[in-house]
């Protein structure tokens, strides 16, 4: 093998690089090229220059932009744009290759940040419903509730033990206070499977409890996944084109739920190809195009007097 020299120059121009860090167990790198900033403390979900390429394609470049509590925001934009990929950056289930993403003001980014914890408080809804279809609607539905709270139920029980133990080497005025209980695992349980009932009725759902997911019609299974994102009780719900995979008469019954859960105050990011959903029931309309925002605006500004060509003619197109 040949001695390859390297000159002074491009020695240094390695060394000043930015690096790629990878992280054990993680199957992605991420470059830390832009500094992180502060965060706004008013914002629910905050991203910073939010950058994510595959290969070579680069599909979100440096996105920058705010979701405060309350908000309806509807993502619009042609096919391939980048939008299913910034919502599902937003709850990292795509890890950005650049950039920074906040809620609630942690940045979940970090890698110290448990984000299985950030994530019980953002439900998602995907296209294809992602049901498990050897479990029934009930149990799909009050999964995720009763495993979140046998865990903590668990974690606060280890505590307290350890508390105990070193209670027994501490004077009576120093002893620590054991973490309350505040559930049993009956009442976890207990609690699970009536908040589901209840959220069944509400769909008009309540006699499918017991059947499994594969019985029922594609408008059916959406709705019990959006049930089941509300079952958590989150603070956003993140929507990815929950209308893409059903029959065309099937979309109206979705699309209520989603205007109906909206109506109660619940901040939601909803994909939609849906242009007459996104101006009844969106604030603030974000169109994509190129993997980045090239415009925003009320439903009212966004179809009505687009200011872009791009947007111009993607409404000629889809209106």
Same mark, same amino acid.
């Given at each position: ?53 595959? $290969? ?38 795509e890890d950005p290759t650049d950039g920074y993403v906040f809620f609630e003001g942690n940045n ?23 049901l498990f279809n050897n479990m029934t609607v009930l149990q799909n539905i009050t999964l995720a509730?009763?495993?979140? $709270? ?7 029980k280890r505590k307290n033990f350890f508390i105990k133990l070193c209670n027994l080497f501490r ?80 979309? $109206? ?43 925003? $605006? ?22």
């Amino acid at each position: 093998m040949k001695n390859v020299k390297v000159s002074e120059e491009e020695q240094l121009s390695a060394q000043n690089a930015p690096k790629a860090v990878k992280v054990k167990g993680q199957k992605f790198i991420k470059t830390q090229v832009t500094p992180v900033e502060p965060y706004d403390p008013e914002a629910l979900i905050e991203v910073q220059h939010l950058t994510k390429t595959f $290969g070579e394609l680069k599909v979100l470049n440096n996105i920058s932009n705010k979701i405060f509590t309350g908000e309806k925001v509807a993502v619009i934009g042609p096919s391939g744009s980048g939008k299913s990929t910034f919502l599902r950056c937003l709850n990292v289930l795509e890890d950005p290759t650049d950039g920074y993403v906040f809620f609630e003001g942690n940045n979940l980014c970090d890698l110290n940040v448990d984000i299985n914890i950030q994530r019980r408080r953002m439900g998602m809804v995907f296209q294809q419903f992602n049901l498990f279809n050897n479990m029934t609607v009930l149990q799909n539905i009050t999964l995720a509730p009763v495993q979140v $709270g046998l865990q903590d139920l668990r974690k606060t029980k280890r505590k307290n033990f350890f508390i105990k133990l070193c209670n027994l080497f501490r004077k009576k005025d120093k002893k620590a206070p054991l973490l309350p209980v505040e559930k049993t695992k009956k009442q976890i349980k207990d609690e699970a499977f009536q908040n589901a009932k209840r959220l069944l009725e509400r769909i008009g759902l309540a006699d499918k409890a017991n059947v499994y997911p594969s019985t029922l019609s594609g408008g059916q299974r959406q709705r019990i996944a959006i049930v089941r994102a509300l079952a958590m009780s989150p603070k956003v719900m993140l929507f990815d084109e929950p209308t893409s995979a059903l029959d065309p008469e099937m979309v $109206g019954e979705v699309l209520a739920l989603i205007k109906e859960v909206a109506d109660e105050g619940m901040t939601m990011v909803i994909v939609t190809h849906e242009m007459g959903f996104a101006r009844e029931v969106a604030s603030r309309v974000l169109f994509m195009s190129d993997g980045i925002i090239t415009e925003e $605006g009320t439903p009212k500004q966004i179809f009505e007097t687009p200011q872009t060509d791009r947007l111009k003619d993607f409404l000629s197109k889809v209106l």
